[in-house]
């Protein structure tokens, strides 16, 4: 059964703190790793797909890695307005679209 | 652009009432649709999935029913509420193709059962 593994549970972070939040996936056959923001009492935003090992996507002070089992969001110089859950997801052997998730990383950055 | 609309934003319902949560897509056409549900703390469980109107498929058994009455309407349902069913229910929707293309959510709806 296709798993999806975040860590840590919560970060916390001082403004201008970069840091790195995990996510590994147990399934073969990826078809892409999705990272989401959410915020409280609100659905996840969608912020990045990656499909193969190697790539790399940056938005702002965000960027996304993958490897063959892991994929990091890492978060320079992270403002207060950064603080969310951030989710991760796999597509991987399952058709329509079904996502996996984990239970995602609340980052809180201080000011 | 596409836009997903998802209501109502909060419910408080008794055990034993009925349920109906409705979710639309607009800027798009023939979408896969996808009910999902968060309970605190925890991930997002999928609930159920539609490829096409009134083809629904479950994903977990429990209390709860989908329809797609129309291309870009899908709707949560129930006819007998648990407590165990209170949670954050999400709509999201995605292209049909590519394969690997992203969901996009609405903002969910918060369910109490009391």
């Known amino acids: 059964e296709d798993q999806v593994t975040q860590s840590p549970e919560a970060l916390r972070l001082q403004e201008g703190e970069s840091s790195s939040l995990n996510c590994s996936y147990t399934?073969?056959?990826?078809?892409?790793l999705f990272w989401y923001r959410q915020d409280p009492g609100k659905g996840p935003e969608f912020l990045f797909t990656l499909y193969s090992a190697g790539e790399e996507k940056e938005k702002e002070r965000l960027k996304a890695t993958l490897t063959k089992k892991e994929s990091f969001l890492h978060i320079t110089a992270p403002k207060p307005e950064d603080s969310a859950t951030y989710l991760c997801a796999d597509a991987g052997g399952t058709s329509y679209g079904k996502l996996t998730f984990g239970q995602g990383t609340i980052l809180t950055v201080h000011p | 652009s596409q836009t997903i609309h998802q209501w109502p934003a909060t419910l408080v319902q008794p055990v034993g009432s009925p349920l109906s949560l409705e979710c639309t897509v607009e800027?798009?056409?023939?979408?896969?649709l996808y009910w999902y549900r968060q309970a605190a703390g925890r991930g997002l469980q999928l609930l159920f999935y539609s490829v096409g109107i009134g083809q629904i498929s479950s994903e977990v058994p429990q209390n709860l029913s989908a329809s797609r009455p129309q291309d870009r309407q899908f709707i949560l349902s129930s006819k007998k509420l648990l407590l165990s069913d209170s949670g954050f229910y999400l709509c999201?929707?995605?292209?049909?193709?590519?394969?690997?293309?992203?969901?996009?959510f609405g903002n969910g709806t918060r369910l109490t059962v009391t």
């Open positions: 399934v073969s056959g990826l078809r892409g």
């Open positions: 999201a929707w995605r292209f049909t193709s590519p394969y690997n293309s992203p969901l996009h």
């Open positions: 800027g798009t056409s023939n979408p896969n």
